[in-house]
């Protein structure tokens, strides 16, 4: 059966090239780096190379730090966890943090878990395209704020946020500032010299890295105190023998999925307009966010009427991969808490379905997906109808 995966949201098929290149490092070079003998010794410069496409990547100067986690569940965590051991337990006068209301659970659920540690927490909410305005989080600024932490694309809506006007207000009010930049990498340019951020999160398997491990980025003078205490890798700041291979993997997909930053911004754009053209003229659809200000890669498609768990089964049977929210919400049938965050009614929350590109989709997967999304929201639709026939006659 033909297969297409339409779920890079969620995760990314590995790049050939860096598996190649990940290889050796499972078989002949397993050296632990911080050992002081050859096999110590040898992967080193690997992993140096790597780390090096991570700062060239991002545009991030040597002298602030990049330090790899296990994912950015991971990262999240060090910032939120690190803010309130660093600064709200010494001094409580700041105990307050601000934050979107369509962020991550990893930033969400961290954050409910630091209110019941006495920190206070504004979950800023979005407008009906799911856009978070600038006005509103400066708005939200106190004397008690220590950290805005919001994020740089929306992994649901694709809905880009307004990341350089937040970096510029944090820094005239003193506040610290942290992106989840998970969704941005790869398909947005992210150069730390334009725009300032002192945290900014991101995870290798959202651009064809292997899943298992992540990065965050700290800006020199902005350290945090450990999530995992033990051995002085990482310069002291996180515990635990490197995952050198992954490392090297992450370091070139990164390099790599920037590299490819034009070919998201025309072809995979192409691709993912012509798919939200067809399937935006169904009947009774609502596209959430407008085109422009979203990443490149993904359709947050509503059909009234249509579940969305439905849409998703009759895709999966013709082989198609979509999501009906992140993959985290998505094992529940709960309301996608996009949807309902901006201010969709539930029968629609409970009707969104996300379709995302990545640069390995093709013009004849998207046609395929635009015949069979057509014929299952026809069938869909048409049992609907006679159900609530029946229902109306009965
Ligand atoms: N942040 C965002 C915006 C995400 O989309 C995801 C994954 O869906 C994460 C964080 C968590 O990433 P990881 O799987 O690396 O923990």
Not at 355 to 360: A, D, G, H, K, V
Request: proline share 3%; glycine share 8%.
């Amino acid at each position: 059966m033909k297969r297409v995966y339409l779920d890079n949201n969620a995760t990314t098929k590995l790049d050939p090239i860096v598996k190649v290149k990940m290889q050796p490092f499972f078989e002949d070079l397993y050296g632990n780096p911080n050992s002081l003998h050859q096999y110590g010794i040898e992967v080193r410069p690997y992993l140096n190379e790597a780390m090096g496409y991570m700062y060239d990547a991002l545009n991030a100067p040597n002298s602030d730090d990049i330090l790899i986690t296990s994912c950015a569940t991971e990262s999240n965590n060090t910032v939120l966890k690190g803010v309130f051991f660093k600064h709200i337990l010494t001094n409580p006068s700041k105990n307050h943090i601000i934050t979107s209301a369509v962020e991550h659970p990893s930033v969400l659920e961290t954050l409910h878990f630091l209110q019941e540690h006495g920190v206070e927490v504004t979950f800023v909410d979005v407008d009906q395209y799911g856009y978070v305005s600038a006005q509103k989080i400066a708005a939200a600024i106190t004397d008690k704020t220590i950290l805005i932490s919001m994020m740089w694309a929306n992994n649901e809506t694709g809905m880009i946020f307004p990341v350089d006007e937040v970096s510029k207000i944090a820094q005239e009010r003193g506040v610290l500032f942290h992106t989840d930049a998970v969704q941005a990498i790869g398909k947005v340019k992210v150069d730390l010299t334009k725009t300032s951020v002192d945290y900014l999160t991101f995870s290798a398997h959202k651009f064809h890295g292997p899943k298992g491990i992540g990065g965050l980025y700290v800006k020199k003078g902005c350290e945090l105190p450990n999530l995992l205490h033990g051995g002085e890798q990482m310069g002291g700041y996180r515990a635990g023998t490197l995952n050198v291979a992954y490392i090297i993997g992450m370091g070139l997909a990164m390099k790599q999925s920037v590299g490819h930053l034009d070919k998201m911004n025309s072809d995979v754009r192409a691709l993912r307009d012509r798919l939200e053209d067809a399937i935006s003229q169904l009947p009774d659809t609502i596209v959430v966010g407008d085109r422009a200000r979203r990443t490149p890669n993904t359709i947050l498609i509503s059909l009234r009427g249509i579940e969305g768990e439905s849409m998703l089964w009759d895709l999966n049977r013709a082989g198609i991969a979509a999501s009906t929210g992140s993959a985290c919400a998505s094992e529940s049938l709960h309301a996608n808490p996009v949807m309902s965050a901006i201010g969709e009614d539930s029968e629609l929350a409970h009707t969104a379905i996300r379709l995302s590109l990545s640069r390995f989709t093709t013009a004849d997967e998207i046609d395929y997906t635009i015949d069979i999304f057509t014929k299952a929201a026809e069938r869909l639709r048409s049992i609907s109808s006679t159900y609530a026939y029946t229902n109306e006659v009965g």
